[in-house]
């Protein structure tokens, strides 16, 4: 309970957080993504990102629009697009991350780091169990 509660929260305040730049936390996960994985397909963003088809083509058309993405074919599977940062999308990005640094910042930075730790232990077993029951009713 109090893990599905912190997250909420959390995700919550990202989205005051992010409000001025005009994204929400959906948004922020494509764009943060398209940093690090300049021309990923849309197919493995949505993997990545863990998120059905349907989601992506609502969200990132409302990117595309406002010029932050764009979407390209691939040079050899025209059954493929890719996606990459616009300049704008770039530094939008970029003021996003700074934002949701000094959140996360703010939320761990009185916390003894052994406890951080601790909790960073405990997530990742979560995230491999969970990973391990998804591979188990997938295959």
């Not at 691939?74 to 996606?83: F, I, M």
């Amino acid at each position: 309970m109090s893990i599905g509660q912190a997250c909420q929260l959390m995700q919550q305040s990202l989205a005051r957080s992010l409000a001025p730049l005009d994204i929400k936390p959906p948004h922020l996960d494509i764009l943060v993504n398209l940093y690090r994985f300049e021309g990923i397909s849309q197919q493995a963003l949505a993997r990545k990102l863990l998120v059905g088809r349907s989601n992506m083509s609502m969200l990132l058309p409302q990117l595309e629009k406002r010029g932050l993405i764009e979407r390209r074919g691939d040079e050899k599977d025209r059954r493929v697009l890719r996606l990459f940062l616009t300049e704008t999308g770039r530094g939008l990005t970029q003021e996003a991350m700074v934002i949701q640094t000094a959140l996360i910042e703010k939320m761990l930075g009185t916390a003894p780091v052994e406890d951080c730790e601790a909790v960073a232990r405990s997530m990742q077993r979560v995230i491999a169990l969970l990973l391990a029951e998804q591979a188990g009713e997938e295959g």
